[in-house]
Each structure stands twice: as structure tokens, then as C-alpha cells.
């Protein structure tokens, strides 16, 4: 009987004693400084036109983002502000999907300049004009944005654009295994149809000069995709006035927005 009790005895200081798992609600509930509210308020224009609560539980997606993605930065010392815009851009485009989590990102590597398609950015190099890109093969999981192209994103509130929206709309994109520009894990089968016959409008209209949207949609579906969802997440009452039909799908992969 002794040598059972000892064994019941050890059981239940085992289980008092076991190191406490950090659950999801405690990281995302962790405490951050004060005056990355305020930076956000002066910062992200999406932010800033949330009521009280949409503003909580959007501070709260973005430490859970912070919470299982890396942040890293290339020639230069990361700042507050920085680490903020690449947590409010991903946090934007799923706003809408309660505590939704992007299972195919892990770090975030922000240069200090646009770079090339040999990840180069310093001062000589040719063909600097990428402001960002979701990594594949050795870069699979990770993102590279230009912390030029990053913040003028949000410093510029009239351009409907915005990179940092763009490449995590491109991730969204990826879901179902390949970024196509058909977001096939957000637009039910009935509407599947109906999105590219629409695509296949709205880039003619691009490519003939007769859209307001950013020239880049006209390149292929897969930019219109992300294109157009920076229209809608940046200007969401001009695309719902100028290309109601086009708003209406993005409002059904997304969520109608905050006027």
C-alpha cells in the first residue's frame, strides 16, 4: 500500500509542478507599450477609423501576429513604427476572420530600400524596383519587404495602395497551394466563376487605359488580385462607388469595411 500511495503522492506533485503552457489568449493579451497605441492612431488610417472595441481586437491580432512571426531587419535598426506597419499590413486583410492565423509565413525581412530580383539594394545595383515578395524554395514561409515601399504605404492615404496589404493578400492567395489570383479558400464555388469573368473585365479595362486601378492589376491575376484588394482595404468607399460589382466580391472574401 505504501509503495502505491508514493506513487499516487508523486503524481500529484508532478501535475502541481509542470511547467504552465502559454496559451494563445495569454500572448495575445501580453502587455506592449503604450505608445505603440498612439502610433498606430497617427499611422494606420484602417486603425484609426475603428470603433473602441474593433480598435482592442485589432491590437490584439497584431501581438498574436508578433507572437509566432519574426521580424528582421537588413542594414539598418528596426524601429517600433516598422515592426507595427508589418503587423497592422497583416493583420488588415484577415481583420474580418475571427483570430485567423496565417499558417504560411514565419519571418518578415525588411531592407532598408526597393531591391531586385537578386535581393540586391544597395546603391548599385540595377533594377531596384520590388517592394516586396513572398519567398518560395529557400525563402518558403518568409516575406521581404522594403521598408521604403512599407511605410510610404501608409504615409501616402490617397493612392489606394499599400505593399505591406499586398503581399500578405498574396499569402492569402497561396492558401490552396499557389498564388493564381483565384482566392479559391475565400470565395465559395458559386462565385468562383463569377470572380474571374469579372477579373477578366476589369484588366481589359486596365490595359486599355479606361480603370482607375493601379496599372500593375493589368499584369496578371495574380496582381490584379492583390491590386485590387489594396484598392479596397485602402479606399473602400471609392472602389464600392467607382466598381461596386468588384466590391461586393472583395466584401466577400474579406468583410465590409469601417466608412
Given at each position: 500500500?505504501?509503495?502505491?500511495?508514493?506513487?499516487?503522492?508523486?503524481?500529484?506533485?508532478?501535475?502541481?509542478?509542470?511547467?504552465?503552457?502559454?496559451?494563445?489568449?495569454?500572448?495575445?493579451?501580453?502587455?506592449?507599450?503604450?505608445?505603440?497605441?498612439?502610433?498606430?492612431?497617427?499611422?494606420?488610417?484602417?486603425?484609426?477609423?475603428?470603433?473602441?472595441?474593433?480598435?482592442?481586437?485589432?491590437?490584439?491580432?497584431?501581438?498574436?501576429?508578433?507572437?509566432?512571426?519574426?521580424?528582421?531587419?537588413?542594414?539598418?535598426?528596426?524601429?517600433?513604427?516598422?515592426?507595427?506597419?508589418?503587423?497592422?499590413?497583416?493583420?488588415?486583410?484577415?481583420?474580418?476572420?475571427?483570430?485567423?492565423?496565417?499558417?504560411?509565413?514565419?519571418?518578415?525581412?525588411?531592407?532598408?530600400?526597393?531591391?531586385?530580383?537578386?535581393?540586391?539594394?544597395?546603391?548599385?545595383?540595377?533594377?531596384?524596383?520590388?517592394?516586396?515578395?513572398?519567398?518560395?524554395?529557400?525563402?518558403?514561409?518568409?516575406?521581404?519587404?522594403?521598408?521604403?515601399?512599407?511605410?510610404?504605404?501608409?504615409?501616402?492615404?490617397?493612392?489606394?495602395?499599400?505593399?505591406?496589404?499586398?503581399?500578405?493578400?498574396?499569402?492569402?492567395?497561396?492558401?490552396?497551394?499557389?498564388?493564381?489570383?483565384?482566392p479559391k479558400a475565400l470565395?465559395?464555388?458559386?462565385?468562383?466563376?463569377?470572380?474571374?469573368?469579372?477579373?477578366?473585365?476589369?484588366?481589359?479595362?486596365?490595359?486599355?487605359?479606361?480603370?482607375?486601378?493601379?496599372?500593375?492589376?493589368?499584369?496578371?491575376?495574380?496582381?490584379?488580385?492583390?491590386?485590387?484588394?489594396?484598392?479596397?482595404?485602402?479606399?473602400?468607399?471609392?472602389l464600392k462607388r467607382k466598381?461596386?460589382?468588384?466590391?461586393?466580391?472583395?466584401?466577400?472574401?474579406?468583410?465590409?469595411?469601417?466608412?
Open positions: 500500500m505504501s509503495f502505491i500511495f508514493l506513487i499516487v503522492l508523486l503524481i500529484v506533485v508532478l501535475m502541481i509542478f509542470k511547467p504552465k503552457k502559454t496559451t494563445e489568449k495569454e500572448v495575445i493579451l501580453k502587455e506592449i507599450p503604450n505608445h505603440w497605441y498612439q502610433i498606430l492612431e497617427e499611422n494606420v488610417l484602417f486603425y484609426k477609423k475603428l470603433n473602441e472595441a474593433d480598435k482592442l481586437h485589432f491590437k490584439r491580432r497584431m501581438q498574436s501576429f508578433m507572437s509566432y512571426v519574426t521580424i528582421e531587419a537588413v542594414d539598418f535598426t528596426l524601429e517600433d513604427l516598422d515592426v507595427l506597419l508589418v503587423a497592422a499590413s497583416a493583420v488588415i486583410p484577415v481583420f474580418g476572420f475571427e483570430d485567423w492565423k496565417y499558417p504560411n509565413i514565419k519571418k518578415v525581412i525588411i531592407y532598408p530600400d526597393y531591391f531586385n530580383y537578386d535581393l540586391e539594394f544597395h546603391n548599385k545595383a540595377e533594377g531596384k524596383n520590388i517592394g516586396g515578395m513572398v519567398g518560395n524554395g529557400v525563402l518558403e514561409n518568409k516575406m521581404i519587404l522594403s521598408r521604403r515601399a512599407l511605410h510610404h504605404g501608409f504615409v501616402n492615404k490617397t493612392d489606394k495602395g499599400n505593399t505591406g496589404v499586398h503581399e500578405f493578400v498574396h499569402l492569402l492567395d497561396k492558401l490552396d497551394g499557389k498564388i493564381d489570383g483565384i470565395l465559395d464555388n458559386k462565385n468562383y466563376m463569377l470572380w474571374l469573368d469579372l477579373v477578366y473585365e476589369k484588366m481589359e479595362a486596365i490595359n486599355k487605359d479606361k480603370s482607375d486601378i493601379r496599372d500593375y492589376g493589368g499584369t496578371s491575376e495574380i496582381e490584379f488580385f492583390a491590386v485590387a484588394s489594396e484598392y479596397f482595404f485602402e479606399r473602400p468607399m471609392l466598381h461596386p460589382d468588384l466590391y461586393k466580391m472583395l466584401a466577400s472574401c474579406f468583410t465590409p469595411l469601417p466608412e
